[in-house]
């Protein structure tokens, strides 16, 4: 298996839901990553985890709040978003023992908030 | 702020010419250098990483890299309109606790 997935797809929730985003990988490796990214901008780096635990957190607000329950599973919960939070949530995973540049991407989960 | 900076686009060339995307970085203490495509609506897929000075070749796709002018390129060779999308270039940034991705160059291969 070489491929990360990621679910849903697609989410619609209004600013007081309460949803999450999950990302699953097989291929072994222990660096996972979450992204947001606008529409003709480049991925924006939200969390690293390493080992399943967080070593990065790029100063994201804390209406977000990522989860590693094992090496082969990343959520993403989400709380009282604003508008501006509508984005493409991008999962990554990579091998080797820490952060990488050779990442492999999941699909994407395109997030709407009303 | 370590910057990954990249023309933004669209370059245009016709079916058959060889692309040139370039990228420069300010972090002198990078290692290592990745160029990802996505396609619009899709994920970024990795295509190239190096991490030498000079070129590395992998099919019609070759990065090269000069850490002395702080730069890195992409040449498409043989340039399809299947390789029409946006070109990122990354870098792992020294310390190796990030990826910076450049804004990206949109590539348009017309037929």
């Known amino acids: 298996d070489t491929e990360v997935t990621q679910t849903p797809k697609h989410l619609v929730m209004g600013m007081t839901n309460k949803k999450s985003l999950k990302c699953e990988q097989h291929m072994g490796h222990r660096a996972m990553y979450w992204y947001k990214q606008k529409a003709k901008k480049p991925p924006e780096l939200m969390f690293v985890?390493?080992?399943?635990?967080?070593?990065i957190n790029e100063s994201v607000p804390s209406r977000f709040s990522p989860e590693c329950p094992n090496s082969s599973l990343l959520n993403l919960h989400l709380h009282a978003l604003q508008p501006e939070d509508s984005a493409l949530y991008l999962c990554a995973s990579s091998p080797g023992t820490g952060v990488s540049g050779e990442q492999y991407f999941g699909p994407g989960t395109r997030l709407t908030v009303t | 702020q370590k910057e990954v900076e990249q023309n933004s686009g669209p370059l245009s060339v016709p079916e058959g010419a060889i692309a040139s995307l370039n990228c420069t970085y300010s972090?002198?203490?990078?290692?290592?250098f990745f160029w990802y495509r996505q396609y619009s609506g899709k994920s970024p897929e990795l295509i190239m990483s190096?991490?030498?000075?000079g070129d590395k070749e992998d099919g019609r796709f070759t990065a090269q890299l000069n850490k002395a002018s702080q730069y890195v390129s992409l040449l498409i060779r043989d340039s399809q309109p299947s390789d029409s999308a946006t070109y990122l270039c990354?870098?792992?940034?020294?310390?190796?606790?990030?990826?910076?991705f450049g804004t990206g160059t949109k590539l348009q291969v017309i037929p």
């Open positions: 190096i991490y030498s000075n």
């Open positions: 990354a870098v792992l940034e020294g310390g190796y606790q990030k990826v910076t």
């Open positions: 985890y390493s080992y399943e635990k967080l070593s």
């Open positions: 972090d002198r203490g990078s290692q290592s």
